[in-house]
């Protein structure tokens, strides 16, 4: 059914088609996991069913405290009706505790929480290797105006004060996550959401008791066991007590 739509756009980890009606799209999670740019490779099976539901409930949660997003409804395992954005070429990254790129870049050791919660910005390029970029570059290269760029801000740590304390009710800690923006437009304004997804591909969670890893530094770092900790964390949210079956019995 799905390969029948007009395919939009295909990234490493979703695809978008042409949705229903027009200001639409579905977005397809696959199974697929890449890292270091697409230089690590692997098909971890049921990966793209557990994040579409993963990052709809957060999604939903979101909306539900005044975060905007893109999310409309779940189509079926691995889709999602979503509204059609124009996507701010940046991935925004909010860091509570030194991790990945941070603790090799500044020295940190990994686990030392940082004084606060710092927003960095990376620029969407995946020639480049998504460099970090200042607002200085985002401004001067029209990627985004000021005050999109103070939106955005704003919803991040909107979005890491709530995660945080969602995460942690249930022995997670949410060390840092990326998350991008698009635009809507309504007439002559456009206005900022939440779009792409928010999943164990695009976080860092650690148990809070063991610190053990349970997002996709398992599959960077070759831990292991990526599946049953994204399986886990879905679990502990309350969400998908159905999947231990979807999983075994593979996903169409
Ligand atoms: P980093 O420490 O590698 O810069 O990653 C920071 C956060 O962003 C981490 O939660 C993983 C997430 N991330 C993505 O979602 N996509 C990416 O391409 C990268 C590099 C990181």
Redesign the pocket.
């Known amino acids: 059914m799905t390969t029948r739509r007009k395919k939009i756009y295909e990234g490493k980890a979703k695809i978008l088609y042409e949705g229903p009606e027009p200001g639409t799209l579905i977005q397809y999670f696959k199974d697929d996991a890449t890292a270091f ?1 697409a230089q690590k490779k692997a098909v971890l099976e049921g990966k793209g069913v557990i994040n579409n539901r993963i990052s709809e409930y957060m999604m939903t949660r979101l909306n539900a405290i005044g975060v905007q997003n893109h999310f409309i409804r779940r189509l079926s395992l691995r889709e999602q009706l979503i509204k059609e954005v124009e996507i701010i070429p940046l ?1 925004v ?1 909010v ?1 509570n505790i030194a ?5 090799t870049r500044l020295g940190l050791a990994e686990g030392t929480p940082l004084p606060r919660s710092i927003i ?1 910005f ?1 620029y969407k390029d995946d020639k480049l290797g ?1 460099p970090m970029v200042s607002e200085e570059h985002i401004t001067a290269f029209n990627w985004a105006a000021t005050q999109e760029i103070d939106d955005m801000m704003a919803m991040a740590l909107r979005v890491n004060d709530y995660m945080s304390g969602l995460f942690s009710a249930v022995g997670i800690t949410l ?4 998350i991008e923006f698009g635009r809507i437009y309504e007439g002559d304004f456009s206005r900022v959401i939440l779009a792409d997804e928010i999943s164990p ?4 969670l650690w148990d809070s008791t063991t610190n053990e890893k349970m ?2 530094d398992r599959f960077r770092r070759d831990l292991g066991n990526v599946i049953e900790s994204y399986t886990e964390v879905a679990r502990r949210l309350g969400i998908m007590k159905e999947m231990p079956t979807v999983i075994q019995g593979g996903v169409a």
């Open positions: 740019n991935e990254v860091r991790a990945g790129s941070i603790a960095e990376y998504d060390v840092d996550f990326k591909d695009s976080c860092r997002d996709k």
